[in-house]
């Protein structure tokens, strides 16, 4: 069946630090991959998104690409604020499934 | 638009009472789920519907039941609560399963139910 495995959090760090969160897949197929993010007492909403290899998402400085030969979805983000201070998911989606798989998340707080 | 809407936002039960969560979404979206966030775990799937008077189960049905009789509600039931359902319950939709947009979901605010 298909999983997402998330790197085991928290991660804290200072304001303008470099963010870099691991997540690998495994599906049978060609799945779309997603980060969701969850702010402080708020439901997930999508951050970004990928359909198909090679593929970038980005948003608010955010961005991921899609390596199918690494089976990876990695979040990176150059400079972190505090407003990024949140709980990170990664999910996939394959075929004409509308459902997601979900990683685990991870928390991240960032320090002023 | 108010999005997606839970009620209630939280809720103290005793083992063996019922309750029912409501979700309501105004975005004419087809589909809708229920998860729960428990800590460690991340998000598990517990029912879905593709479409009005639908609906199916997810990765951890067991406990609980659902109905789709509108297509802008969809409900939660707990007929006999146990402390293994004290979670946080999260209620989304989603517009289609394919083309642009397919895979966003829109999620409501949660509702912390604790179960003594």
């Known amino acids: 069946g298909n999983s997402v495995t998330q790197m085991e959090g928290p991660v804290t760090l200072s304001e303008e630090a470099f963010l870099t969160i691991n997540c690998t897949y495994t599906?049978?197929?060609?799945?779309?991959l997603f980060w969701y993010v969850q702010y402080p007492g708020e439901g997930l909403q999508l951050l970004l998104k990928?359909?198909?290899?090679?593929d970038k998402g980005s948003n608010k400085g955010f961005e991921a690409t899609y390596r199918k030969e690494t089976t990876s979805f990695h979040l990176e983000k150059g400079s972190v604020q505090v407003s990024d201070s949140a709980v990170y998911f990664c999910?996939?989606?394959?075929?004409?499934?509308?459902?997601?798989?979900f990683g685990k998340g991870i928390t991240l707080s960032v320090r002023p | 638009n108010a999005g997606v809407t839970q009620t209630p936002k939280f809720r103290v039960l005793k083992t063996g009472q019922s309750m029912t969560l409501l979700c309501a979404q105004d975005?004419?979206?087809?589909?809708m789920y229920w998860y729960r966030q428990d800590p460690g775990m991340g998000l598990r799937l517990i029912h879905y519907?593709?479409?009005?008077?639908?609906?199916a189960k997810g990765e951890v049905p067991d406990g609980y039941n659902v109905s789709r009789l509108k297509k802008q509600n969809f409900l939660l039931g707990l007929e006999s609560a146990a402390p293994s359902q004290t979670s946080v319950y999260f209620c989304a939709s989603s517009r289609t399963a394919t083309g642009t947009g397919a895979g966003e979901q829109f999620f409501g605010p949660g509702t912390r139910l604790t179960v003594l």
């Open positions: 975005m004419n979206h087809e589909y």
């Open positions: 599906a049978t197929g060609y799945p779309s």
């Open positions: 999910a996939l989606r394959e075929g004409a499934n509308s459902k997601l798989t």
């Open positions: 519907s593709v479409g009005e008077g639908t609906t």
């Open positions: 990928a359909t198909k290899a090679d």
